[in-house]
Every structure is written in C-alpha cells, then in structure tokens.
C-alpha cells in the first residue's frame, strides 16, 4: 500500500495554462505539507495543512493555492503557469505535532514541466 | 531564523570505504535534527532523527549521526558504504516551537565500483 500518493507523476504544460496536483495519505496523519524542489535539489517548503486548517504558508506567489478536502487529501492548485514553476513538487505528511519532532513521510513527487 | 549548511555538495567514494557527510546548523535554541535520503526518481525517506537524549543516533541501512551542540554539527557517517547507497542526502533541522523543517541543499553521495 502506498502510503502517499501523488498523481500526476508527470505534468508538461504549456505557459499559461491552469493545473492542479493530487495528494493523498493513508497513514492516518493530522499534518500534510507541499515541498518545492529545484533544479539543484533544494528542498523548500511551500504550505503545511493541519487538520484541514492552514498552518504554514511561505512565500509563495497567490497563484499557487492549496486545497485540503479532508486531512487525507492536500491537493496543490497552480494558476498561470510560468517557466520558473518547471520544478519537481513533493507531498508529504506526518502525525499531529507538526514537523517538530515528527517524521515526514514523502510521496514520490511530480514533475512539473512548462514550456 | 534558521539554517542548515551541508558542506559538500558531491562526495564521491569507493565501494567498502568509510563516509561521513558533513552538516552544520545555525539556531540559537534547542533543535530537532534530520538526515533523509533521496532515492533517484524517489521522494525522501528518513534514514535517522536527533530529539534529545544520547548525541549518537542510530539509523537505518548502517548509517549513524552524532549530534555536537558545542560545534553545530550533526555529521552521518557510514563505516562502509555499498553502490546502493548511491543517492542525495538532506540534512534538516526544526528549532523547538517552529512548525517548520529547514533543509540543506543536499550532498549527492555517490557510490564506485
């Protein structure tokens, strides 16, 4: 069983266009968090959801938006694609508490590409 | 504010030998410390965590840290290392009552015949 899925895998658009991705965890977790990682690997954190309430959201431009239907779902929602969005997006989750002392559980990320 | 610095960016070894990944943090109060691996094409799984108590922390797949409060440090070390732990490593920290876990940029770990 997977424990966080994330769909797409893949994602190549065009500038402009709308998309959103799909995260979901079975582990039972109260916290879910957006990562955005780079071309050269860094990893940063872009929104945390706790118990479908949002808990941190860094500077990230208003065209991004997530949602969180339930605490099992964070789904991420990008308006207006730009090339600088062409980045590998993580989800993750992890038990209530937050990131302080918890673990973070990954799903296997989405490429995003736009052109 | 918070910051994580891992000093290598590239490491690469020959199969069998010893490693040690380098990690210095920056925070002026108690932290949480992390190492994750990433996997190629794979998210981040946790391979240790330092929360208080013995400064030596045992992990998973051979790896340990040592945690020096007087030094800033939280190095992952492996006695000997196989081609499967070829790989990205990230260091993290999250100093008590953020809710927010800083990553360095990674050291690419990679392992030779």
């Known amino acids: 069983d997977t424990a966080v899925s994330q769909t797409p895998k893949y994602l190549v658009t065009q500038m402009g266009n709308d998309k959103s991705i799909k995260c979901e965890q079975n582990?039972?977790?109260?916290?879910m968090y957006w990562y955005k990682q780079d071309s050269k690997k860094f990893l940063k954190i872009m929104f945390s959801y706790n118990n479908k309430e949002l808990i941190i959201n860094e500077t990230v431009p208003n065209r991004f938006s997530p949602k969180s239907p339930d605490k099992a779902h964070l789904n991420l929602h990008i308006n207006s694609l730009e090339l600088g969005d062409s980045a590998v997006y993580f989800c993750a989750s992890s038990r209530s508490g937050g990131a302080r002392q918890e673990t973070q559980y990954f799903g296997p990320g989405t490429r995003l590409l736009v052109l | 504010a918070q910051s994580v610095t891992q000093l290598d960016s590239q490491v690469p070894v020959f199969e069998e030998a010893p490693v040690e990944l380098r990690c210095n943090y920056s925070s002026s109060v108690s932290v949480y410390l992390f190492w994750y691996v990433q996997y190629p094409n794979q998210g981040l799984q946790l391979l240790l965590k330092y929360l208080s108590g013995s400064t030596l922390v045992k992990g998973i797949n051979g790896f340990e840290a040592e945690f020096n409060k007087s030094q800033t440090s939280f190095h992952l070390r492996k006695p000997s290392v196989h081609i499967s732990d070829t790989a990205e490593y990230f260091c993290?920290?999250?100093?008590?009552?953020?809710?927010?876990?800083?990553f360095g940029k990674g050291t690419k770990l990679t392992v030779n015949p």
């Open positions: 993290a920290v999250n100093q008590g009552g953020s809710e927010k876990l800083v």
């Open positions: 582990l039972g977790h109260d916290t």
